[in-house]
């Protein structure tokens, strides 16, 4: 396969990556998005999907806010997406858990998004310096190019996050592929039971009062029995 396709997965990288907390923060970067939309751009939207709902019940409670700097779970959605499309190696495997099973090899490489997240974060906390320079020597046109390299320093984080995820996956994926190929089949509807139930559990580790445990569990166990019911 030719490398346009991971051109394009590094442009969905670059967009949601700034939006993560750089520029515009208008939620693209959120899982149940940006997945999706590399599924989109990569002509195989399903399988964003399959992954951002997954991906976005497992990070309910996790957001990028103030000092706070959790594993890079966008990279993580539009690098598993990307892996998963082009990577997919044929009817013989079910599209839901080879999607699974991309996600769970990318996760781990998330935790690096952190490393490159404080080390955009240490560079920009240089500028403030350089900005202050500027202005007392009236050199007022260097403020914007300073607010753009904070932007790129961003960019380029996210880039490198998506980069070691992408190059860590495809290694994985050429060692696991071969071994699990076989059984892949035989677990994917233990794989379509563990997304509602990945989803109770990120809810109620959000849960900080103790009656709302019941309110979580009784909306669920609701839900459920009307499934069962119409379904």
Known sequence: MSGFPYFIAAFA???????RTAFLQIM??????????TGWLLDDMQ??????????LLWLGRIPVGASIPPDDTQVAVGST????????????PVVA????????????GRVGGFFDRLARRANGTLWVRAERAVEEERYDRLTWLHLQGVLHFGFASLMTFGVILLGGLVCLQIL?????????????????AVPLAGVAACLSTVNFRHAVWVYSGAFLIVYCLLLLFG
């Open 177 to 193: 592929v071969p071994v699990l190929s076989g059984d892949l089949p035989l677990v994917q509807p233990w794989l379509r039971l």
């Open 82 to 93: 990307c892996l998963a499309v082009t990577q997919y190696p044929g009817s013989s495997v």
């Open 98 to 109: 080879f999607s699974i099973l991309c996600l769970l090899v990318a996760l781990p490489f």
């Open 47 to 56: 399988t964003g999907l399959y992954i951002g709902a997954f991906l976005e």
């Open 28 to 37: 693209v970067s959120r899982p149940i998005v940006a997945a999706p939309l």
């Open 13 to 19: 990288s670059l967009v949601a990556g700034l939006d």
